[in-house]
Nanobody, 116 residues
């Protein structure tokens, strides 16, 4: 059964770091490009980063140079290492397949709050 389970969010100070994890169950990981998305209060969900099956990565301009996406196929897990966090990174973070038309059912997401 397919399922996406995000974890690792929390409260961080500006300039701090967090590492998010996404457990992709049901043969999702390894068969699709995997991505992280985020949704800030009052805003639409937006793309953050993706990692291809071959390991190529791409990032939104707003996080380039600060965030790193990676994957562990043996653990069916996609990670998002977030460094130099800014208040505008505050959002609920989700993982899913990429692009949109291949989306699976969304998980519950994980809340990231950046505040001093």
């Amino acid at each position: 059964q397919e399922q996406l389970v995000e974890s690792g969010g929390g409260l961080a100070q500006p300039g701090g770091s967090l590492r998010l994890s996404c457990l992709a169950l049901g043969n999702i990981f390894g068969n699709y490009v995997m991505a992280w998305y985020r949704q800030a209060p009052g805003k639409q969900r937006e793309f953050v980063a993706f990692i291809s099956i071959g390991g190529a990565t791409n990032y939104a301009d707003s996080v380039k140079g600060r965030f790193t996406i990676s994957g562990d196929r043996a653990k069916n897990t996609v990670y998002l290492q977030m460094n130099n966090l800014k208040p505008e990174d505050t959002a609920v973070y989700y993982c899913n397949t990429f692009p949109d038309y291949l989306h699976r059912t969304w998980g519950q997401g994980t809340q990231v709050t950046v505040s001093s």
